[in-house]
């Protein structure tokens, strides 16, 4: 039993470190696609028949030599932007990159408007002449 | 009363106004990315395996390349319409046959009649994937100058064909 698990992980090592330069760009490249009928997992993650599909087109096209940009870009065009896992910043999607900065910019002014505005010093009164001796009666009272 | 304490209730309405509206799109339909851009550039074996199609066979005339499978049970549904299509005039009915075998997708033909004028062989996913397809069946209106026109997701019904297909197909003549 120890002996067929040893021969497994050695077998499952060579396998590992026979992962060429090139599929590990096509999994690199898949990693960023979305795999469409899935919404949410990339088509290396995703077992839909779609996926499989795709990342054999992504296989192909690094195969007839197109560097790693020419085949998302491919994949792209067929797809639109929804195939990218990561947004690109474009005018359409300027909302969506800078709209979170705009609102932490936005509330931080609000907080430091609205902290100078509180701690902004009580005018200083000076008391009037029978408050004064009010006062001074009271104190010496007490002692 | 002021009315500053209602800038939450309203930002909060607002909010639900943009979900609300959110949830009244099917996320599963994608724009097309293919409108108004020529149709991809393929070189497929037909359904026979006696000869190779290409862009070639879009050009000069409309054409209505619809996306099936023999697998694909929503194109069961739609194929009685695709048969009345069959007999319009001046409209080329291109089939691609998707991630089938031959021999499946002609059993299926003959079961449910042939409406197709030349069938596009894609058992790898090759042309489905440069066109964007995400599912079956899927129909494209490729016009005269092979320029996709429009895509239709799902299956065509009697009234998608009344409503929007036919009177497109008519103004490309």
Known sequence: MRLIFLISLCLAGTA???????????????????????????????????????????????????????????????????????????????VLWFFPAILVLLSLGWFLFRRRRETEPLAVETLSQSDETLLKSLMDDKS | MSLRGLIPLGAFIMLLGALAFGLTRDPRIL???????????????????????????LKDQVSLVNVFGSWCVACTVEHPQLMVLRDV????????????????????????????DLVVFDPKSKLIVELGVTGAPETFIVDKAGKIRYKHVGIITPEDWDDTLRPLVESLQ
């Open chain 2, 31 to 57: 724009p097309s990315e293919l409108i108004e851009k020529p149709f991809p550039e393929f070189a497929l074996e037909n359904l026979k395996g006696d000869a190779v199609l290409d862009t070639s066979i």
């Open chain 1, 16 to 94: 590992f470190a026979q992962t060429s330069q090139q599929e590990q760009r096509a999994r690199d490249i898949g990693a960023q696609l979305r795999c469409v009928v899935c919404q949410n997992q990339s088509i290396e993650e995703s077992d839909a028949q779609l996926a499989q599909d795709m990342r054999r087109v992504v296989r192909e096209e690094l195969a007839t030599g197109a560097s790693d940009a020419e085949v998302i870009e491919r994949i792209r065009e067929s797809y639109g932007d929804y195939v990218l896992l990561k947004p690109p910043v474009q005018s359409n999607t300027y």
């Open chain 2, 89 to 116: 005039p001046d409209l080329q009915l291109i089939g691609i046959d998707w991630r089938d075998t031959r021999d499946a997708a002609n059993r299926w033909l003959v079961r449910n009649g042939n409406p197709y």
